[in-house]
């Protein structure tokens, strides 16, 4: 089992800027890629960013330029720094962990809201 903790979510201003965490226990020697997803309300959920293990990077169309996903393997912590944030980037934001044996975990999910 893994188990994903994120935080750093919040109100900002369009313009603004945020960074958001996820911290990863239980069997983290098994997690290949990480990355983040976010889902409006009504929308589906779709990918903002991802990573693999040796630190190669995928970033959804919308966010291309402005966020950038990081990734600490000795603390087992992916990071979501987040630029120039939009109204659009009004999300609840999830971190997932893909696992060798264990499919994909996902965490509780931290709110961001993005004002005009």
């Known amino acids: 089992q893994v188990q994903l903790v994120e935080s750093g979510g919040g109100l900002v201003q369009a313009g603004g800027s945020l960074r958001l965490s996820c911290a990863a226990s239980?069997?983290?020697?098994?997690?290949?890629?990480m990355g983040w997803y976010r889902q409006a309300p009504g929308k589906q959920r779709e990918l903002v960013a991802s990573?693999?293990?040796?630190?190669?990077?995928q970033y959804g169309n919308s966010v291309k330029g402005r966020f950038t996903i990081s990734r600490d393997n000795a603390k087992n912590t992916v990071y979501l720094q987040m630029n120039s944030l939009k109204p659009e980037d009004t999300a609840v934001y999830y971190c997932?962990?893909?696992?060798?044996?264990?499919?994909?975990?996902w965490g509780q999910g931290t709110q961001v809201t993005v004002s005009s």
């Open positions: 239980g069997k983290v020697f098994s997690i290949n890629d």
């Open positions: 990573i693999t293990s040796g630190g190669s990077t």
């Open positions: 997932s962990a893909d696992t060798r044996y264990y499919g994909r975990y």
